[in-house]
């Protein structure tokens, strides 16, 4: 299957990511994320506000970007959705890219901090 993915976006470490408020401004947080058979996956925290935004309009813009969000190239529109518990597992063990096992570190760090918290992934 070609990738649907920009192919700014290709060999990048970061992507802003946009999520859209429920009146509709868009937030801009750039994430660490991985690639894998024409999708981008970000690994979120459940509680963090661009998991909340996403359950509440999948619709996202994703632009390659800085570590500090300095939008580098074209602004594309796509759509994301919440992993089940299932798919998370998977597209963790399969998505061997440096940045779900950087996030999952960190993530797990915070995990330990709040109680019932859960990380998530997004596929994009």
């Not at 401004?25 to 981008?40: M, N, R, S, Y």
Request: net charge positive; hydrophobic share 35%.
């Amino acid at each position: 299957m070609p990738s649907q993915v920009p192919s700014a976006i290709h060999g990048q470490n970061y992507i802003s990511l946009t999520t859209f408020r429920k009146t509709g401004a868009g937030v801009a947080t750039p994430v660490w994320f991985g690639e894998e058979g024409g999708k981008l996956y970000v690994m979120t925290r459940s509680d963090m506000g661009k998991t909340k935004r996403i359950r509440n309009n999948p619709q996202v813009r994703v632009a390659p970007c800085t570590i500090g969000g300095k939008v580098t190239g074209a602004e594309v529109a796509a759509t994301a959705r919440i992993l089940s518990v299932d798919e998370h597992a998977r597209a963790r063990k399969n998505n061997q890219s440096q940045v779900l096992d950087g996030a999952d570190s960190a993530g797990m760090v915070a995990n330990r901090y709040v109680p019932g918290n859960q990380l998530r992934v997004a596929a994009i």
